[in-house]
């Protein structure tokens, strides 16, 4: 089993920065991909972007691409997401998942079989 918490996430006015923080614990090392989710009110949840545990290899949703990093510490078995230039369009509640299904960095969130709580992120205009 593998257990994720979130946390960073907060107000933010049109432009800003917010660092969000996925904390794992348990059998982390088990999970191939992990990724961020993010679901707005009346949405379904959607795709942000996701990284290989190992190796690190990234991917990204259009929407977010040159605005967004996802990182991890491998050490820490914790994974980040960097969120720049924000626009009210991200308001949402962000996700992290882990996968121990794909060894790659799905976008598809049935892939993803271990999720956090959830932090909501919201950009004020």
């Known amino acids: 089993q593998v257990q994720l918490v979130e946390s960073g996430g907060g107000l933010v006015q049109t432009g800003g920065s917010l660092n969000l923080t996925c904390a794992a614990s348990g059998r982390a090392y088990s999970s191939y991909a992990w990724a961020w989710f993010r679901q707005a009110p009346g949405k379904q949840r959607e795709f942000v972007a996701a990284i290989r545990w190992i190796g690190g290899r990234t991917d990204y949703a259009d929407s977010v691409k040159g605005r967004f990093t996802i990182s991890r510490d491998i050490a820490k078995n914790m994974m980040y997401l960097k969120i720049d230039s924000l626009k009210p369009d991200d308001t949402a509640v962000y996700y992290c998942?882990?996968?121990?299904?794909?060894?790659?960095?799905?976008?598809?969130?049935?892939?993803?079989?271990?999720w956090g709580q959830g932090t909501q992120v919201t950009v004020s205009s």
């Open positions: 998942g882990a996968s121990n299904r794909v060894s790659y960095t799905s976008r598809r969130r049935d892939d993803y079989n271990y």
